[in-house]
């Protein structure tokens, strides 16, 4: 990893759709004060805004540290917001913020502000985290990447969503912003069912009042049956994330989560494919903890060839995070590493696409399925 603070570097402005996002993810965007909102800490890549670029919905790190000295910028133009490169306006992207959901303004009967329990993500997505915290918080043990715990103690969540709660989000979230899925993840409550009981008994709630795609995020229970308690339950796809393909770093970045090793994440995709179907199962690959790339490709081939999507993302230094001060992989190696990822997906028939629900559905905090479309 590179642990030097933030520097400008003085690169030509991207011109491609693919190789702007690429850009604009590592490097971040200055609003201005022109858009407002953001969300910052918790489960996640978080310290960014929503917006459409080109009309595709994609998140962009606007509150973290490479976002304040972003050679890339906002203005407001005559028609609508301009995306600057160093002062001055780029003819290609037309971009736009993505609007403040009208379930914001609601609460519960017992005043609990909706956007407490769930969250827009990206344009059409509802996401929560059903449990806050996260037996991995304590200082010695949490990944260094993570921020689960700063948005419960900034007050922005509360520690535990009830299942009656979340159905009652989703279905004004339905109704008024016309979500198209959800995404439910968590802290890890235990080493044991890691959290899947719990998911699985919101899933129900959720499916009593709406029939939208659902994604479930979990480690690895210790109990392969309960992929099928999730599947029964009325959740669509899963997400098992490993974090990273090359062990010594996961041990390094992960000092808790990586006692659940590789080989066992494998054991899982193999599992959980075996009941939710090939390409309903992703894995979330952050590029730019210090792994080695051969490693990082060949775990993404293997995952790919058991009908897991490896869902790359660039590190995203997060306030109060040990990798606060981190700066994030260079754009090209997040060109190559996109690339050379899409192409193993075409090999090995696995597609974004073809999800139908959760990250990989959604894609905004990344750019691979971009390159998917590049063939």
């Not at 918080?137 to 979340?166: M, V, Y």
């Not at 899947?196 to 479930?216: D, G, N």
């Not at 775990?299 to 897991?308: E, I, N, Q, S």
């Amino acid at each position: 990893m590179n642990s030097n603070k933030y520097v400008k570097q003085a690169v030509a402005p991207a011109t491609q759709l693919e190789s702007l996002l690429v850009d604009l993810q590592n490097k971040g965007l200055r609003t201005e004060g022109i858009t407002k909102g953001g969300r910052r800490g918790g489960a996640g890549p978080t310290d960014d805004q929503a917006f459409l670029l080109q009309g595709q919905a994609v998140m962009i790190p606007t509150l973290n540290g490479p976002a304040e000295h972003s050679p890339y910028s906002l203005a407001q133009g005559s028609s609508g917001l301009l995306l600057q490169y160093e002062g001055k306006p780029l003819p290609f992207p037309f971009i736009k913020a993505v609007r403040r959901p009208k379930f914001y303004e609601l609460s519960t009967k017992d005043g609990i502000p909706y956007h407490k329990i769930a969250v827009l993500h990206g344009a059409d997505v509802l996401a929560s985290t059903v449990i806050q915290n996260c037996i991995r918080w304590a200082p010695d043990k949490r990944c260094k990447f993570c921020a689960i715990g700063h948005s419960l103690e900034q007050g922005s969540t509360i520690a535990k969503k009830k299942p009656e709660h979340l159905a009652e989000v989703v279905k004004a979230a339905e109704e008024l912003d016309g979500i198209k899925h959800i995404t439910l993840t968590t802290g890890t409550p235990n080493e044991t069912d890691r959290g899947a009981l719990y998911l699985a008994e919101c899933v129900r709630s959720i499916r009593k009042v709406s029939q939208l795609p659902i994604h479930v995020q979990c480690e690895p229970p210790d109990d392969d049956s309960l992929y099928q308690v999730l599947k029964d339950a009325g959740a669509n796809s899963i997400g098992l994330h490993v974090e990273s393909f090359d062990e010594e770093v996961r041990k390094k970045v992960m000092p808790s989560k990586s006692q659940i090793s590789l080989e066992v994440y494998f054991q899982a995709f193999e599992k959980a494919v075996a009941v939710f179907g090939k390409n309903q199962v992703s894995t979330y690959v952050i590029i730019g903890l210090g792994e080695d790339l051969e490693k990082t490709l060949e775990g993404c081939r293997r995952a790919a060839k058991l009908g897991v999507y490896p869902f790359v993302v660039p590190l995203r230094p997060l306030r109060g995070t040990e990798l606060e001060n981190v700066s994030p992989p260079s754009s090209d190696l997040m060109l190559e590493v996109y690339r050379r990822v899409a192409a193993i997906l075409r090999e090995e028939n696995v597609s974004s696409a073809a999800s139908l629900a959760g990250c990989a559905k959604c894609g905004a905090c990344s750019a691979l399925s971009l390159f998917e479309k590049l063939g």
